[in-house]
């Protein structure tokens, strides 16, 4: 059984560029939330998905948007990216209404 | 705001030894916590989790006790191994979503 799978591994942008990461969720998981895990630091809520719609969000500018699809996937973009955007970003995966989160290996974002 | 956070940022234990790892957290409606190991290169992975109706958890050589009334977390590893290396989270969960403080990077020594 795969659990969560995030593509690509490691990305190197420009600033200003534009990015999109993807993730798979756990098979029988439908709630998706994406984190942004600093150099050093632990990892910060970004939003999460269900049901094709953004639940929640927390505390990150509107360059920061992201996507689910029918099939529980679901995609993050990053739009006119700065240095400081340079991070691990994960995704989580959970079954509806129960506390079951299985994390991805994350894409590790270089922003130059 | 509100935050979870770690007393120690680095730990250094010998081998076989118990490890201890604390953590605080500041929102006292919190009725769900985690601890998550995280190994270089790769995602947080679930170790154990409490509820806040609980004191004490056990799992395979790992132990959580909550106290609720210092609003305090400890993880507790028996035995200590060199696969237990890594850094390790306390996560809050508030409405469905966790909230991490800053880790603690659990060294162990053979």
């Known amino acids: 059984d795969a659990g969560v799978t995030q593509s690509p591994t490691h990305l190197i942008k420009t600033r200003g560029q534009q990015v999109t990461l993807r993730c798979s969720p756990k098979?029988?998981?439908?709630?998706v939330s994406w984190y942004q895990q600093a150099l050093g630091q632990g990892p910060q809520f970004i939003f999460q998905y269900y049901e094709e719609e953004e639940r929640q969000r927390g505390n990150f500018p509107d360059r920061f948007s992201g996507h689910q699809y029918p099939n529980y996937s679901s995609e993050l973009n990053v739009n006119a990216l700065l240095l400081g955007d340079s991070a691990l970003y994960l995704c989580?995966?959970?079954?509806?209404?129960?506390?079951?989160?299985?994390f991805g290996s994350g894409t590790r974002l270089t922003v130059v | 705001g509100e935050s979870v956070g770690l007393h120690l940022p680095t730990l250094s234990v010998q081998e076989g030894d118990n490890s201890i790892i604390n953590c605080a957290y500041s929102?006292?409606?919190?009725?769900?916590f985690i601890w998550y190991k995280q190994e270089s290169g790769k995602g947080p992975q679930f170790i154990i989790d409490?509820?806040?109706?609980?004191d004490k958890r056990q799992g395979q050589r790992v132990t959580v006790l909550l106290n609720k009334t210092v609003k305090h977390l400890s993880l507790q590893i028996a035995a200590t191994q060199p696969g237990d290396s890594a850094v390790y989270f306390c996560?809050?969960?508030?409405?469905?979503?966790?909230?991490f403080g800053q880790g603690t990077e659990l060294s162990v020594k053979p």
């Open positions: 409490i509820r806040s109706n609980m």
């Open positions: 996560a809050e969960v508030q409405g469905g979503k966790l909230i």
């Open positions: 929102n006292s409606a919190s009725d769900y």
């Open positions: 098979s029988g998981h439908d709630t």
């Open positions: 989580a995966s959970s079954p509806t209404s129960i506390y079951g989160y299985t």
